[in-house]
């Protein structure tokens, strides 16, 4: 197989290195005059493979991140900052003015995606659209928050005016695979809410927020937002080892999340948002329409290359069905096209993880060591940036493709003839995220059903696993999550319920009557936001 490199069309040129020399801290662009990481990109653009330099970022350390931290601890201000006491309609309009600016930068981030992640166009498209449509429902589901709140309570003889309050700062760490839309899922709610926030753009997909750099510093008071770059490592550990960090918002994995709760001071003091990895099941039952089947299945191993967390990593097939579904399987897959981001109809492309061939060829070759096959004569063949996707058969738990979560195009196929035995998997693995569920039989399902549920959040009836409907709710059991993220759960995952409560009494009944007539406090107020 031969690695592609065709004419780029025009409008998805890069023409000149992006040199992101510009940081945010405090409401201030400071130039960078420090040392600096090359950003490379895995697509090649001549016949003799090569990387393409896409440009560079700043390569920072300690004295960067804790002049971020220091400048969001400010902005917070224990609470008595400008964003954390502003007043609802105000933050709402600073999120507004932000998402207009960002809409005018589709066509510069949609090519960055393409370009640093290798995510077809359709699906760059998609991310850029989804995002803006996010920040868009966050702040109508804010509204509506805002306007359950405009009342009080009574019981027992007290009132109660209750509302929801920031928790402080937020330390925003976003994946690569979703760079932009997973980043903001953290990033968008935890702003709104009156968090002060630093946020460390993803090792790859970095370059695509500079053009977002100055509408977050326009948009926002200083200090609400603080962009870093640099290596996790050197940038985070010593933000947490400060223990002033209220919240951790993290998409990625529980080695580095734990590595990072453990370095805060007073982790009992540390909420956390997270989103880990998985590894999802699909859960073929003997009645399966393998048409609808063997589609979803190939959505769900291979969307994005199957660098998702959400991505169907293992695929239970019953022994009455096994030998059809994995010659309908083998051959759909083998049908895939293979290009760069840009070419139409392109299903498969270039892994941005220029070392990742090399780790998938060792999943191969320790699953064939254990007997296990590939099913697709181009299983495993591979470029300088890509591995065909390896369907293997019949997998068994010895095996590290069993073991590990993939995050990419290697397919484990595990037969079973009792479906005790992929529940009992289920149960006993680390992670519960989500499962797909395919049959018909409503008394083979019911039952199913009932379990499922209880080891994972979400039962896609024959239907591969995903993250939207962004308004339904998106978390994990076990090592697969912490909070819930959705347009509405996210608002409360980085909130906390705060109320001001006085006894019934004239002189409480004539204070807050002169509260709300002189709307001198943002907090006490039953103004309805339309």
């Not at 395919?438 to 591969?464: E, H, K, Q, W």
Request: proline share 6%; net charge negative.
């Amino acid at each position: 197989m031969k690695s592609i490199s065709a004419e780029i069309p025009t409008r998805f040129q890069i023409h000149e290195p992006i040199h992101q020399s510009e940081y945010l801290i405090n409401g201030e662009l400071i130039t960078w005059q420090g040392e600096t990481a090359d950003v490379y990109s895995t697509i090649s653009t001549t016949e003799d493979y090569q990387r393409t330099l896409l440009g560079s970022v700043p390569d920072m350390a300690e004295k960067e991140a804790l002049q971020a931290l220091d400048a969001a601890v400010a902005a917070y201000d224990q609470g008595q900052g400008v964003w954390p006491t502003m007043k609802v309609n105000d933050r709402i309009a600073c999120m507004e003015k932000f998402v207009g600016q960002m809409a005018g930068k589709r066509e510069e981030v949609v090519k960055l995606l393409m370009w640093e992640i290798g995510k077809s166009l359709p699906d760059s498209e998609k991310e850029f659209d989804r995002t803006v449509e996010y920040i868009k429902d966050t702040i109508e589901d804010y509204k509506q928050l805002d306007r359950n709140s405009a009342k009080f309570q009574k019981h027992d003889g007290v009132y109660a005016h209750i509302r929801r309050g920031p928790l402080g700062v937020v330390l925003c760490l976003g994946p690569y695979n979703y760079p932009l839309n997973e980043t903001f899922t953290l990033l968008i709610p935890a702003i709104i809410m009156g968090n002060t926030t630093i946020f460390k753009p993803a090792k790859h997909g970095v370059l695509l927020i500079a053009p977002l750099i100055e509408a977050f510093q326009n948009s926002f008071p200083k200090g609400v937002v603080n962009i870093v770059f640099g290596r996790g490592r050197a940038v985070a550990g010593p933000i947490m080892k400060t223990g002033k960090i209220d919240v951790l918002a993290l998409i990625g994995n529980s080695t580095s999340a734990n590595s990072l709760q453990d370095q805060h001071p007073k982790s009992n003091r540390l909420r956390l948002v997270l989103g880990l990895e998985a590894k999802n099941p699909a859960i073929i039952l003997p009645d399966a329409d393998l048409d609808l089947t063997v589609n979803e299945c190939i959505a769900g191993t291979l969307s994005f290359n199957g660098q998702r967390c959400t991505a169907l990593k293992v695929i239970y097939v019953h022994e009455d069905i096994r030998e059809e579904f994995n010659r309908r399987f083998a051959e759909k897959v083998d049908t895939l096209k293979f290009g760069n981001p840009w070419d139409e109809g392109v299903k498969l492309t270039p892994l941005p993880e220029a070392q990742k061939p090399s780790y998938f060829q060792e999943l191969i070759d320790d699953a064939r060591e254990y007997g296990a096959e590939i099913l697709n004569p181009k299983g495993g063949e591979t470029t300088e940036n890509f591995i065909w996707p390896a369907i293997l058969y019949p997998v068994n738990k010895e095996m590290k493709v069993y073991q590990e979560e993939q995050f990419g195009p290697v397919i484990p196929i595990v037969p079973f003839s009792d479906i005790s035995e992929p529940l009992d998997d289920m149960a006993a693995s680390n992670y519960g995220q989500q499962v797909s569920l395919f049959g018909s039989d409503v008394y083979a399902l019911a039952p199913l059903i009932d379990t499922l549920a209880n080891l994972v959040c979400r039962v896609n009836l024959n239907s591969s696993c995903q993250r939207g409907p962004d308004v339904y709710p998106f978390t994990g059991r076990k090592d697969s999550a912490v909070a819930t993220l959705s347009v509405h759960d996210a608002l409360r995952s980085f909130s906390i319920r705060t109320f001001v409560a006085f006894k019934d009494n004239p002189l409480n009944t004539q204070t807050v009557e002169k509260l709300l007539e002189t709307k001198l406090s943002n907090f006490i107020s039953t103004d309805y936001i339309l």
